[in-house]
T-cell receptor, first 115, second 111 residues
């Protein structure tokens, strides 16, 4: 069975600085999707970025980028020029491309942005 | 596109009562998911539908939980004989592709 692990329960970053959130996963599949979702306090979860495993190029969305290391089964999120609005819980998630379409989430990392 | 909506947003009930939650997905999305999220944890998969068919159900979902998606549109999640351990946020998400979109959730408190 697939698993997703986020080993950093909490991280802090100064405003305008860069922070990297870690995620590792375990799977025997060769093709899958990986996601980072953001859940601000008392607000709904929104997609930050997604990566397709068959694509070698790391996904980028404005200030958010990933470092996808398929062999190491690692999928970290880098947030550049951190803003106060980035403060939230961040969840890493996995979904297979075949068979089940269920998503597996990690336990999350709480990001604090310091002014 | 009005997004995924869930009702009610909050529910307080007494132990042993039944509760029902509703989710309205984004209109063209054929997949609909239910999750449970407790404080400080990630969403835990409960079940999902493709159109009106319930394709997978978590082993963690006891017989007290049932979900339906009549006509492949909105979905309901019912919890019978609620227990204090059922207190959590219940999230609904829908998708047409690999990306799912979440609703605001229903927060359940069982006294």
């Amino acid at each position: 069975a697939q698993t997703v692990t986020q080993s950093q329960p909490e991280m802090s970053v100064q405003e305008a600085e860069t922070v990297t959130l870690s995620c590792t996963y375990d799977t025997s599949e060769s093709d899958y999707y990986l996601f980072w979702y953001k859940q601000p306090p008392s607000r709904q979860m929104i997609l930050v970025i997604r990566q397709e495993a068959y694509k070698q190029q790391n996904a980028t969305e404005n200030r958010f980028s990933v470092n996808f290391q398929k062999a190491a089964k690692s999928f970290s999120l880098k947030i550049s020029d951190s803003q106060l609005g980035d403060a939230a819980m961040y969840f890493c998630a996995y979904r297979s491309t075949s068979g089940t379409y269920k998503y597996i989430f990690g336990t999350g990392t709480r990001l604090k942005v310091l002014a | 596109d009005t997004g995924v909506s869930q009702n009610p947003r909050h529910k307080i009930t007494k132990r042993g009562q039944n509760v029902t939650f509703r989710c309205d997905p984004i209109s063209e999305h054929n997949r609909l998911y239910w999750y449970r999220q407790t404080l400080g944890q990630g969403p835990e998969f409960l079940t999902y539908f493709q159109n009106e068919a319930q394709l997978e159900k978590s082993r963690l979902l006891s017989d007290r939980f049932s979900a339906e998606r009549p006509k492949g549109s909105f979905s309901t999640l019912e919890i019978q004989r609620t227990e204090q351990g059922d207190s959590a946020m219940y999230l609904c998400a829908s998708s047409a592709t690999e990306t799912q979109y979440f609703g605001p959730g229903t927060r359940l408190l069982v006294l």
